[in-house]
């Protein structure tokens, strides 16, 4: 809670600043002509995880800053270009998933 969480052109800012990540290889998509680029993301105090994406460029990849409120949580999908997460909150059309309460 009272984190401020933004992607900017697919690069995840917590608090205002990028967390690091690392370049790790490519793997084929469904289509011939998709291939994802993987990452490993490191944010301080967590575990590095595993991330996918296939544009810097996708509906989702640069989003407004969101403030999380208390008792909850913001979720981010490992695929970054095909997640419903808490990046789709309704204002889009979408099915939301929103903030998630803690409890």
């Known amino acids: 809670e009272g984190d401020r969480v933004q992607l900017q052109r697919s690069i995840l800012h917590l608090n205002g600043m990028p967390v690091p990540r690392r370049y790790v290889g490519d793997m084929p998509g469904n289509y011939p002509s998709q291939t994802f680029r993987l990452f490993v993301e490191a944010p301080p105090g967590v575990r590095p995880y595993g991330i996918m994406q296939l544009s810097d460029d996708g509906m989702d990849s640069t989003t407004p800053e969101y403030l999380v409120p208390p008792a909850h949580v913001f ?12 990046r789709s909150m309704d ?10 309460p803690v409890h």
């Open 75 to 86: 979720l981010l999908g490992d695929n970054r270009d095909d997640s419903i997460d808490s």
């Open 91 to 100: 204002d889009r059309g979408r099915k939301g998933v929103g903030f998630v």
